[in-house]
Each structure stands twice: as structure tokens, then as C-alpha cells.
């Protein structure tokens, strides 16, 4: 995949290591936790990079993407996520898919509400591993 611009990042931290962290992304986000491949619809995955980096990527008519979960320690305790967007929207109908999706807030709600399932995943059941 080329490389693709920069569009924003949000961050949240979790109070839990970076180890319950990594298992806390893949539940969130895999169908099938113990298989980083079996993402939704529209993503495939590009990296599990355990317990640091978790990236998946996609494409269709309106836009190429990647979202990029990086996990650090976070000085004050727990781990610091943080979910990078990297995207491309051609043409004029890319234009406008992106003020849809970027523009109108969407993208930002969706983004949070995933590291919040992700911190609340990495809470409710820190000793589960997958």
C-alpha cells in the first residue's frame, strides 16, 4: 500500500499493562480474537507487531485507509493507546467522502468510541488472554 496522508490520532490510557492491552485491541477489534486476520468488513490486517503495534488497512471506490493502534507505557502507569489515521480520498468523489466521513465528525465518534471499548475491554477482564 503507498503511503498515504496523515488525516489524526486520538489517544486514550488505559489503566493496564501493555500485554492485557494488546489482548483488550484484538477483542475489540477481531471477529475472532485469536485470529488478528478475521477483522470487519472493509479491513485486512497489515501488522501485529505484540504487544506494540496493531494495524489494518482497506480500500474502496471513495478512499484507500489505515488505522494504526500503537501501544506505549504510559509514564504515569498503564498503557497509552493511540489510534492513527492515515487515508487518501481521489477524485471529486473522494472529495466529498471525506467531508462525510472526516468532515462531519463521524470518523472522530467511531475512532473514540473504539479506544473507549478498548480501555473498558482491557478493565473488565484484565487476567483474560486470548
Not at 112 to 129: E, G, H, V
Amino acid at each position: 500500500m503507498e503511503r498515504l496522508p496523515y488525516i489524526d490520532e486520538y489517544a486514550i490510557t488505559v489503566a493496564a499493562d501493555r500485554e492485557t492491552t494488546w489482548h483488550a485491541v484484538l477483542r475489540t477489534m477481531c471477529r475472532n480474537p485469536k485470529d488478528p486476520e478475521t477483522l470487519p468488513f472493509g479491513f485486512i490486517l497489515d501488522a501485529a507487531e505484540q504487544p506494540d503495534r496493531f494495524a489494518c488497512k482497506g480500500r474502496h471506490w471513495f478512499s484507500v485507509y489505515k488505522l494504526v493502534f500503537l501501544l506505549a507505557d504510559d509514564p504515569a502507569g498503564g498503557t497509552r493507546v493511540t489510534a492513527q489515521t492515515w487515508a487518501a480520498f481521489p477524485g471529486v468523489k473522494g472529495k466529498i467522502y471525506r467531508a462525510l466521513v472526516i468532515g462531519s465528525g463521524g470518523h472522530r465518534i467511531v475512532v473514540r468510541n473504539m479506544l473507549r471499548r478498548i480501555a473498558a475491554q482491557s478493565i473488565s477482564d484484565p487476567t483474560k488472554r486470548v
